[in-house]
């Protein structure tokens, strides 16, 4: 925090949204292992990034897909139990893989989504209590997130990078329908979108 309030634009040469994400090395014991992330320009994730992320490989990496929903019929108490079961996958995932991607992506009629800062926070937490948190990415993808104070809170709950697919998605329709310009690309659509994301993250 400075005082008084940094200005993004007249200072932005010393203000950055780069961040490295994937397993931390103990600091205090310098090695090459400390280089062996992924690094990213900012944290806001196209659908195409994340999916590459998902399949990912190199350097032997492997990431997990932790579902965030559960079956409608269960009720409201259902949420609870599977809020602690979200937990302990994400616990077993750190042991195996380098990036765990929490994702709604299965919400719809018949299944409903836990809200994905609440399970991020519990998640976080809990990785943070098993000494498991340092080993891997922490990666949300969710369709609530829309606007610049969703993606700063959920950086503020511990979130490595964010893939706001829906409202991806729901630009590429605007286009298909003729709202937005047919010309543009999806890549233009979230760079834009990303553009204005970063905008309002560093102010």
Known sequence: VTN???DPFREKVVMSLQCPIGPEANILQPSSKQVHR??????????????????????????????LTYPAEDGPRRMVPRLMEICKEA?????????????DRNSGQERVP???LLSLGAVHHHLIETRSRMKVALIVES???REVHHICVLLGYG?????????LELARSFRESGVLDTSFTDEIIYQN????????ISK
């Open 159 to 167: 979130a490595d990078a964010i893939c706001p697919y829906l409202a």
């Open 38 to 67: 992924l690094w990213l320009k900012q944290p806001i994730l196209s659908i195409t990034d994340l999916n590459v992320l998902k399949l990912t490989n190199h350097r032997n990496w492997s990431s997990k897909v932790i579902d």
């Open 4 to 6: 008084p309030p940094i």
């Open 114 to 116: 836990i809200s994905s």
């Open 91 to 103: 616990e077993e995932a750190s042991e195996k893989h380098q990036i765990i991607i929490l994702s």
């Open 193 to 200: 979108y990303s553009q204005a994301m970063q905008t309002g």
């Open 143 to 145: 369709a609530e997130i």
